[in-house]
């Protein structure tokens, strides 16, 4: 069979070429690669308000989400159009590199058509990739505990960033989990920004330790949700709001309200449903950016959990050179005594 010729789409003012329009993207539901750069195209508007001025790493499935995966942290040097801008951004090793970051909805579609299908951008904006512009809370459910269990932790979260002074907006993950963005002020660095999300998880394991963890080795998590609080570590990423998930069902990171999230299921929002719906109920991250707030509170936790509970640091990735304060990096199950590891 004759492969189908390619297509010109207008995407703002800028003419973007999609090349194999028929190729599978999604074998289990026949989506084609047409669908998820339609689908892009269809929620281009709310997600270039969301991802604007963001660093932006792709993870690209040239072949459909069978075929070959990567993730695309450097764009290249050529064969690029002059319009797609970039931002430089420094990994933890020190070592730096230009990430695609998107000011208009035709880097989100050009991006498409290289075979993104997972768009992770930074929690920070150009020009200060130094300074997250959101705290992330990331509720990550364990073996054993579901979407359900995330959606008891998010109402508790709730509660934890109203006594905090502060407003977060829900999204699903796209699959078990849930995402809760903060828009803060950037005025922090990513040790700081960090420090505020465990002091977050811990006041949240607090409140309820039957159900919630913030414990990073996963033999001593059992089966609780997970605060995964690393990530607001530098180089850490999500899935943006609106993005596609590379699963079966082709579902969709989707912002949902707080009463919605005991409503909904996470195969409820893929890549037929959401179009519909964003054109239903609008873009519900719209104002997000009206507020960005102090992260004093946070902060303030994190010192009298030192303070008064000799709670520290917390480990980072197994990929970061050594942080300081940094406690063992190693599994406690095969972790030596801590004497004689001080003794060499």
């Not at 359900?148 to 993950?173: E, N």
């Not at 596609?244 to 919605?260: C, D």
Request: proline share 10%; net charge negative.
């Amino acid at each position: 069979m004759p492969k189908a010729p390619a297509l010109e789409y207008e995407v703002g003012n800028r003419s973007v070429r999609l090349s194999s329009p028929d190729k599978i993207y999604f074998p289990e539901r026949g989506f084609t690669k047409q669908d998820v750069f339609e689908y892009y195209l269809a929620v281009s508007e709310p997600m270039l308000r969301y991802m604007r001025d963001r660093p932006t790493m792709l993870q690209r499935f040239p072949d459909g989400i069978g075929g070959e995966m990567f993730f695309q942290k450097r764009v290249p040097a050529r064969g690029v159009p002059d319009w797609i801008t970039t931002a430089e951004i420094k990994f933890p090793s020190g070592r730096k590199a230009d990430e695609l970051c998107p000011k208009e909805p035709g880097a989100l579609l050009w991006a498409a058509q290289m075979g993104t299908v997972v768009y992770h951008p930074w929690p920070v904006r150009a020009p200060a990739t130094e300074n997250p512009d959101e705290l992330r809370i990331d509720l990550d459910p364990q073996p054993g505990t579901d979407f359900a269990d995330a959606v008891k932790v998010a109402g508790l979260a709730r509660t934890v960033l109203d006594d905090a002074g502060l407003v977060g907006f829900p999204k699903t993950s796209g699959g078990r989990g849930i995402h809760i963005y903060v828009r803060i002020k950037p005025d922090w660095t990513f040790v700081e920004a960090r420090r505020a999300a465990i002091a977050f998880a811990r006041e949240l394991e607090r409140r309820d330790p039957k159900l919630i963890t913030t414990a990073w080795w996963k033999e001593e998590r059992g089966e609780q949700v997970f605060i995964d609080y690393n990530q607001m570590a530098r180089d850490r990423t999500i899935a943006a709001p609106y993005s596609l998930r590379a699963n079966p069902r082709a579902t969709v990171s989707t912002p949902v309200t707080w009463e919605e999230l005991t409503q909904v299921e996470p195969n409820d929002f893929d890549l037929r449903t959401v179009p519909p719906r964003l054109a239903e109920v609008g873009d519900l991250y719209a104002g997000m950016d009206d507020v960005r707030h102090d992260l004093g509170t946070l902060l303030e936790w994190w010192d009298r959990d030192e303070r008064d509970r000799k709670l520290g640091e917390m480990p980072y990735p197994p990929d970061y050179p050594k942080m300081p304060g940094e406690p063992m990096r190693v599994q406690p199950s095969r972790a030596k005594d801590p004497v004689e590891q001080a003794d060499g």
